[in-house]
């Protein structure tokens, strides 16, 4: 790989011990994808903010960097808290590193945004910003929706990214592997766009997917992008006309696609919960909630009480909107839990093995006892629609 003489002189150990091991990180994760060069980013997102006991080497890295005084170089966000102090398994045996790891992520310079939707406030890149962000939704939503371009990296690569300041430029950071590669047709007459991720990533694993024109809201992207980023490896989807790099099928392919796939309705419908099951708890979020989603959803609870747990996730800087809306109140009437962790970590250790409802792929993709179900499944599941 070649270097410009600022990476060389920081990867000889002209900024200390510490950052030259960093840049030696960040250049052999590049070579290792063959990776021509490095390059600067605009911001950093890291996915590692769950202080899991076993997490040492983490630690260990992080008050590294905090011992020879080093910050990120470029804004960095974070991903949520797991729910530390939820319950006595999470505080006293999952997540006994918390509090630990959220002041070293302090001293490093963070951003306390604690949230995986950061790019819709805390951390919001520009068309064509190249950036070093962890967390699959995240890069998902940076790269389809905003049309920014980062790889999947991993926890502590972000970190290195974030100290150095660079990058490698290899994969989604290069024209050629944006390009559309499998052609999505959809027949479906009703639109559940986190299934529909679900089901793609199944579909295309780690190919770049190209939907046929549907008229997604933000909020379907979002939630859609969780879902296949967690049930395949897509960083990477785009919708024909919707977005930026796929204002039509000519632009977005190089030639014909490499094959077609049909989604239908069945293959959505297959993924519900079945009439006969039973859930014990109901949750919203993730990814979070923004605050405009859960206004939609929190609308419907208003007048009615749960009748069974119910929770709603929202990113703390759209809690604090939410908070001002009279719904607010309204939900909170109705039962409803409101909470700004990631309710995946806060729910992974359930003594009482109580199963989950969620209208969220990635929760039932990774979690143990999860059911799916559209956001009326789940409101039928909690007691507030027949
Ligand atoms: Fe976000 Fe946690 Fe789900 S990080 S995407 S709420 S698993």
């Known amino acids: 790989m070649k270097l410009d003489p600022e990476q060389e002189s920081i990867l000889k150990g002209d900024n200390g011990r510490v950052m030259a091991m960093a840049m030696e990180t ?6 290792a994808f063959g990776a021509k060069r490095l390059v600067p980013i605009k911001s950093a997102h890291l996915a590692g903010t769950f202080g899991i006991g076993p997490y040492r080497a983490y630690i260990q890295v992080l008050r590294q960097i905090v011992s020879e005084g ?31 790891l959220e002041q070293l992520l302090t001293a490093i310079g963070i951003t306390p945004n604690y949230s995986c939707v950061c790019y819709e406030k805390a951390n919001v890149p520009s068309f064509g910003d190249r950036l070093a962000w962890a967390e699959s939704s995240a890069v998902q939503f940076a790269n389809s929706v905003l049309g920014a371009r980062t790889n999947r990296n991993s926890i502590l690569i972000d970190v290195c990214c974030a100290i150095t300041g660079f990058t490698p430029e290899f994969g989604y950071l290069l024209d050629a592997h944006r390009r559309g590669q499998i052609l999505v047709k959809l027949n479906i007459n ?58 039509d099928m000519k632009t977005v392919f190089d030639g014909p696609p490499m094959e077609t796939i049909t989604v239908t309705q069945e293959d959505l419908d297959a ?68 909470s700004q962790d990631c309710p995946l970590a806060a729910f992974s250790m359930r003594l009482n093995r109580k199963r989950i409802i969620t209208p969220s792929g990635k929760m039932l993709y990774y979690l143990k006892g999860v059911n799916y179900g559209t956001e009326d499944d789940c409101l039928r599941a909690c007691g507030v629609l027949q």
């Open 26 to 31: 960040v250049v052999k994760y590049g070579e």
């Open 190 to 247: 009703k639109m559940d766009a986190p299934a529909l991720g679900y089901v793609l990533g199944r579909k295309v694993v780690d190919k770049v997917p190209v939907i046929e024109h549907y008229p997604f809201t933000r909020i379907e992207l979002k939630n859609m992008g969780g879902s296949m980023a967690a049930s395949g490896g897509v960083a990477l989807f785009h919708v024909e006309g919707l977005t930026p790099e796929a204002p």
């Open 70 to 100: 080093l910050r990120v170089k470029v804004p960095t966000t974070v991903n949520p808290k797991p729910g530390y102090d939820l319950n006595f398994i999470n505080k006293h045996i999952v997540f006994t590193n918390q509090q630990s």
């Open 271 to 338: 993924l519900r919960i079945r009439k006969s099951e039973m859930s014990g708890i109901v949750i919203f979020g993730c990814p979070q909630m923004t605050c405009e989603e859960t206004l939609a959803i929190a609308e419907r609870f208003v007048n009615k009480r749960v009748e069974i747990p119910t929770w709603f996730c929202l990113a703390p800087d759209e809690l604090t909107l939410f908070k001002a809306h009279y719904l607010y109140g309204k939900t909170l009437d109705a039962g409803i839990t409101i």
